[in-house]
């Protein structure tokens, strides 16, 4: 509201200028025309939202493991077969979230399952064209599974692990408007991994235009090309300025609202907030845009409004088993007593996230806080750690990335009460690159660490993170046979019951096993201003823009 | 004869002067923690996949290997792809430094405009109250880092007053960028008379030229003033000033002109120094120039990007160096006998 108010001010005062500058002298004809194109450049930004973050587009390779960058425009410029689906939040008028199976229909007009749930079956929706103008068809989505699955990206690992296909000859085209995925055995994420923006659609046509004969998929073209077919079209890709989004003309559903998507590259976070006070943006986006701190400062800011929901982000302290002492349980636990959560939530998080009390987040199912037990307690931890054999205490060194605001804070938060039960902690601030190269080499004594699932689905979740052959990933390295057993068992079991079940089992292993230090569940949090609506939050966390509108 | 043996002897001095920056360059990012390959193949990278990318980039073999096959590239042109952007290095830069030339120019200019006449006026009304002023800003200049005195300005300027444009790069949206001859926008957009493109980009350049310009004023202008003083104190000026000469003409006629011989190295310097020293003032502004390129680089370990920008700043030294020691050749013969 405060918004437009502003907003018409400004209008009001360059048209005062123009009857003013009428009036010194121009001819009234004249005057009539910058009015003209002033009415019709407002009408433009109306329709034009700016957007201020501070990622860029690393590649441009649906199957490729990509920059936040590199996904939201992918996930704009493309369409997938199905989607996750949002529901309006109620009491949140024009925001929308994602709820755990719940799908919407894209490319695939309908699915259904054969086989028990083992062969899923997309009927691709009929009279859809690609930009050249080819039809989508059933051969198209065979040809987007198959590069996914033999192209060198991250497809490549994630289809035969989660959805149990490792041929081509699985992904089958029955006719050209019905297609197969004849998975190994029925899983109950199946859904979910198609749902991901790597699975978008491409034009098999344009893909063989481009490719050569040591890359059969195009790989090197697709970094830097779009081939495109979803709601908006990447017209422009200025590395540190710009990226420019418009909306596509021939795309098979109604226009959206915003014509053109500007996300404009800002990488000082203090220039983000500037830009937003002044409403020289619509809205900051990015993880982290805005770290809880600069997002508390801007309650209650005039023309401006706060969206944030519950995510399944975890931040944890990741203890290195390989290093002594954390090898040690009871010295792992000990560190849990020893953080002051109840402190770190309202002075690092000022609200936007949750306590931890379970390994999975609490968003997902079968989530279990029951066994949760760790509070802070100096005493316990003190006599955990006499336990241990570490009356006297240890020097450790705690490694967060560099610029990761509440990382920063948690850590000198628990510096000083790890003092008091005589572990001293060093601080190392390592740049992002760093800290992972360190990370996969189990080179971290001890770190906080940051983990989002883009499937919402407990066993994506722990098998990741607690199975001992999850390498690269189960970054406590951390190894438990019960555990293994219990994901690798229930991994596909599609008896929900006794998946979840499962799941709880493991949740108050890991508890018990203190295998993180449990720290918090991030809110997904956007500040805009007060005209824009219709937000839709999924579980990757990309924005999708083609809900989005502006409403006075 | 002599003259141009010795650019060629200078020429030839260059070569060796590069050759050792390519391989401290090189050295440098090898060095530095953080492997790229682990950053490019994601967190769900198997160890397998992690190998297969290292291979593809290269990282698997022996470190002079590594550098010869950079050495090659750089020599054809070629600087390698930029992991954070995904294009060739090359083509990332060419964008960006007409942006971060635009900038050095303009805040040289601010420099340079302000300073000398600010040391001239300090120097001949010495310990006036226009010399302390003139004192106060020059030290303020050096004491106030550039990102502080950067958000400053725009925390008065763009926030508080909304006189300045938003730090979001070099023309408002909605205003198309002139047709590109040189790349700086205010020149191209003069050239093919867009006013408009005119207006927006001095617009966006002024506050972080300012911005960068105060804060290489200060060693100019204290510069400045001490020579001047020692020109103004020597025996031909005080022969001048017996002789009856207006005052004006010995300041700016003989005094100036003395003065400022030694004012072009350190204006080369500063030349060098802006070119690379941009990299806060970028930053803070949002100036989309090579400076700004370098940060996003070094924080996700884009190897590529970072030697290239470090190769950038080395040549424009060397060949500001060159082009001063051929300005001081040609002015003054004993320079070349040596």
Known sequence: ?552 | MGLSRYLFKRLLMVIPTLLGVTLITFTLTYLLPGNPAIVKAGPFATPEHLALMEKEMGLDRPIYVQYWRYLSGVARGDLGQSSSTGRPVLEDFLQRIPATLELTLASLMIAVGLGIPLAVVSAVRRDSFLDHACRIVGVGGVAMPTFWTGILLLYIFFYYFGLAPPPLGRLSSGVPPPASFTGLYTLDSLLTGNFRALGSSLHHLLLPAVTLGFSVMAPLTRMVRATMLEVLSSDYIKAAEASGLPQRQIVYGDALRNTLIPVITLIGVIFGFLMGGNVVVELVFGWPGIGNYAVTSLMSKDAQPIQSFVLFVSVVYVLVNLLVDIAYGLADPRIRLR
Request: one cysteine or more; glycine letters at 6%.
């Open chain 1, 1 to 552: 509201m405060k918004r437009r108010e502003g907003h018409e001010k400004e209008g009001i005062s360059r048209r005062t200028f123009m009857k003013w500058a009428g009036g010194m002298g121009l001819a009234l004809p004249l005057s009539n025309l910058p009015l003209a194109a002033l009415r019709k450049a407002n009408a433009a930004e109306e329709k034009t939202l700016t957007v201020a973050w501070d990622t860029e587009i690393d590649t441009l390779d649906p199957a490729s493991f990509k920059t936040i960058g590199g996904y939201t425009t992918i996930a704009n410029v493309y369409d997938t077969p199905i989607y996750w689906g949002v529901s309006p939040i109620p009491n949140k008028d024009g925001f929308f979230l994602s709820k755990p199976n719940e799908f919407t229909p894209r490319l695939a007009e309908s699915w259904s399952r054969e086989k028990g749930g083992a062969t899923i079956v997309l009927k691709v929706r009929k009279g859809v064209k690609f930009p050249t103008g080819n039809p989508v068809t059933a051969q198209a989505f065979k040809y987007s599974f198959d590069r996914g699955l033999l192209s060198p990206g991250y497809m490549r690992i994630v289809i035969p692990s989660l959805l149990t296909v490792d041929s081509p000859d699985q992904f089958e085209v029955r006719d050209d408007y019905t297609f197969a995925i004849n998975m190994k055995k029925p899983t109950p994420m199946a859904l979910d991994i198609i749902a991901l923006s790597n699975n978008v659609i491409l034009d098999p046509a344009e893909v063989k235009k481009n490719v050569t004969a040591e890359d059969p998929w195009a790989t090197q073209w697709l970094k830097r090309n779009v081939i495109g077919g979803g709601p908006y079209n990447l017209v422009k890709n200025m590395p540190g300025v710009e990226i420019i989004l418009e909306a596509n003309k021939g795309y098979w559903q109604k226009p959206p609202f915003f014509e053109r998507i500007v996300l404009k590259f800002v990488p000082n976070e203090a220039d983000r907030v500037m830009l937003l006070k002044r409403k020289a943006v619509d809205m900051v986006v990015g993880r982290p845009g805005l770290s809880p701190k600069n997002v508390k400062s801007l309650e209650g800011e005039p023309g401006l409004k706060i969206f944030s929901v519950p995510d399944t982000t975890c931040h944890f302290v990741s203890m290195n088993q390989n290093k002594p002492p954390y090898d040690n349980v009871k010295v792992r636990q000990a560190i849990n007593y020893a953080i002051p959560i109840e402190a770190i939530m309202p002075n690092v998080l000022f609200g936007y996230g949750r306590q931890m009390k379970s390994p999975v987040p609490d968003l997902t199912p079968s989530y279990d806080p029951s066994a949760s037990k760790y509070k802070f307690d100096l005493e316990k931890a003190k006599a955990l750690l006499k336990e241990a054999g570490y009356e006297k205490g240890f020097t450790t060194n705690l490694a967060i990335r560099l610029g990761w605001a509440p990382h920063e804070q948690a850590a000198i938060w628990m510096q000083r009460e790890f003092e008091k039960i005589g572990i001293k902690a060093n601080i190392v601030k390592e740049t992002d690159a760093t800290f992972r190269q360190a990370m996969s080499k189990g080179d971290h004594e001890i770190s906080i660490e940051s983990w989002q699932s883009w499937v919402n689905d407990p066993f994506y979740h722990l098998q990741f993170n607690f199975n001992s052959k999850a390498k690269g990933t189960n970054v406590n390295f951390y190894s438990n046979p019960a555990v293994d057993k219990l994901i690798e068992e229930n991994m596909h079991e599609t008896n929900l019951e006794k998946r979840n079940a499962a799941s709880r089992q493991v949740q108050k292993i890991v508890i018990e096993d203190a295998v993180w230090g449990f720290l918090w569940y991030d809110n997904w949090t956007r500040v805009m201003k007060t005209d824009v609506y219709g937000l839709e939050k999924r579980w990757d966390t990309f924005e999708r823009y083609y809900g989005a509108y502006r409403k006075a």
